[in-house]
């Protein structure tokens, strides 16, 4: 069975950073291309950045270009998610997602609130 | 970026009847090379997390009972559920993959009349 456990959430005031985590248990980490997704409480789906399996490739959505960082360690099945310079508009349930194309597995996701 | 715009925002169905969720994407996200239509649909439950259900427009996941049909080509795309359960009731949202940013529909919030 696939897990994809995330970590690192939390409340932290505008212009802070926080780096959330992604544990994946269950499938081949190294062979999947990995996804943030964000969801702002009582909003729809919004992705945020994707990373190729050897992390030659990366990508992000404008909002969070020169914020955001994302990054993956294949050797502990892991992927990051760093974040700084955070506004109001970042706070949202933050998802790991595995696939290039459609998202065939997806954590429980973790809550990040910007708030002072 | 391409947009993706479902319709209706929200949809009351009685048990048993059929469902029908649309999505339309604001340029085609049809393949021209594989022929294949770069779409999925998802299912949210209050709480959790989306769980697929369809992708490349037609194509069932596994273990999604086969009530969950989609269908369309282009830029049109259908999420219908043929006799809609009690379990149905959640939020659908159609995903384009055809390029980056990836992109959702708002969302089909989905009721019991």
């Known amino acids: 069975e696939v897990q994809l456990v995330e970590s690192g959430g939390g409340l932290v005031q505008p212009g802070g950073s926080l780096r959330l985590s992604c544990v994946a248990s269950g499938l081949t980490f190294s062979s999947y291309w990995m996804n943030w997704v964000r969801q702002a409480p009582g909003k729809g789906l919004e992705w945020v950045a994707k990373?190729?399996?050897?992390?030659?490739?990366?990508y992000y959505v404008d909002s969070v270009k020169g914020r955001f960082t994302i990054s993956r360690d294949n050797a502990k099945n892991s992927l990051y998610l760093q974040m700084n310079s955070l506004r109001a508009e970042d706070t949202a349930v933050y998802y790991c997602?595995?696939?290039?194309?459609?998202?065939?597995?997806w954590g429980q996701g973790t809550l990040v609130t910007v708030s002072s | 970026d391409i947009v993706m715009t479902q319709s209706p925002d929200s949809l009351a169905v009685s048990l048993g009847e059929r469902a029908t969720i649309n999505c339309k994407s604001s340029q085609s996200v049809l393949y021209s090379s594989d022929n294949k239509n770069y779409l999925a649909w998802y299912q949210q439950k209050p709480g959790q997390p989306p769980k697929l259900l369809i992708y490349?427009?037609?194509t069932r996941e596994s273990g999604v009972p086969d009530r969950f049909s989609g269908s369309g080509s282009g830029t049109d795309f259908t999420l219908t559920i043929s006799s809609l359960q009690a379990e149905d009731v959640a939020v659908y949202y159609c995903?384009?993959?055809?390029?980056?940013?990836?992109?959702f529909g708002q969302g089909t919030k989905l009721e019991i009349k």
């Open positions: 995903h384009q993959y055809y390029n980056t940013p990836r992109t």
């Open positions: 990373m190729k399996e050897d992390g030659s490739e990366i």
């Open positions: 997602t595995s696939g290039v194309y459609q998202y065939d597995n």
């Open positions: 490349w427009a037609s």
